[in-house]
Nanobody, 119 residues
Framework: QVQLVESGGGLVQAGGSLRLSCAVS????????MGWFRQAPGKEREFVAA????????YYGSSVKGRFTISRDNAKNTVYLQMNSLKVEDTAVYYC????????????WGRGTQVTVSS
């Protein structure tokens, strides 16, 4: 059974940092791209960042570029999202995703982790 389990969300003040983790199990995603998406209340889902598992090529949404960094640890089968200089508008539920195309939502999703940034 494929599982993507997010962790690391929480409440942080504007300007602070958080690191999200996505633990992957159940199958290999070595040929896939792993991504993070987010959805705030009343808003559409937004692409945040993605990484090709095999090559480590990365891609970022314009609203987070320069502040967020995506990475992966092969040994731990885990993908990370380091979020720095957080803004109130970064508040959302963050979802881990796996799919065949970088930056495009694939079929595998985690349940999400809440990130709340206070002013």
């Amino acid at each position: 059974q494929v599982q993507l389990v997010e962790s690391g969300g929480g409440l942080v003040q504007a300007g602070g940092s958080l690191r999200l983790s996505c633990a992957v199990s159940g199958r290999s995603f070595s040929t896939y791209a792993m991504g993070w998406f987010r959805q705030a209340p009343g808003k559409e889902r937004e692409f945040v960042a993605a990484i090709v598992w095999r090559s480590s090529v990365t891609y970022y949404g314009s609203s987070v570029k320069g502040r967020f960094t995506i990475s992966r640890d092969n040994a731990k089968n885990t993908v990370y999202l380091q979020m720095n200089s957080l803004k109130v508008e970064d508040t959302a539920v963050y979802y881990c995703n796996a799919g065949p195309q970088l930056g495009v939502a694939g079929e595998y999703w985690g349940r999400g982790t809440q990130v709340t940034v206070s002013s």
